[in-house]
């Protein structure tokens, strides 16, 4: 189980490799910002505002620990000929102990 201090969790690049992310818990940002910063390839066009889904993410596992998107979220990943059952849009997901443990798989 992860230190309470940070949040850790696996991120899986399109070319299956996965990585470990571990983040102090005190940065207000969204997951879209960590994966950036992390040096993934997301454009994030629109700069978290739910509208060019270049941040799609699918969670293989701890979906259930997140917020429920909002409907702005969902009627963007309507649009994707690649979303899957747990598709979201990476910079409407906060960091915080909520993604402890999850797996992310990204997608845009
Ligand atoms: S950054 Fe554009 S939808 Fe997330």
Avoid at 28 to 36: G, I, R, W
Avoid at 43 to 63: D, F, N, R, S, Y
């Amino acid at each position: 189980m992860a230190d309470k201090d940070t949040i850790s969790f696996d991120v899986q690049s399109s070319t299956g490799d996965v990585q470990r992310l571990e983040l102090p818990d005190n940065i207000n940002l969204s997951l879209m910002e960590v994966l950036k910063a992390s040096e993934y390839p997301i454009p994030a066009t629109c700069g978290g505002m739910a509208l060019c889904a270049t941040c799609h993410v699918e969670i293989l596992k701890g979906v259930e620990n997140l917020s429920t998107p909002s409907d702005t979220e969902l009627d963007m990943i309507d649009t994707l000929p690649n979303a899957a059952a747990n598709s979201r849009l990476a910079c409407q997901i906060r960091l915080d102990h909520r993604l402890d443990d999850a797996v992310i798989l990204l997608k845009g």
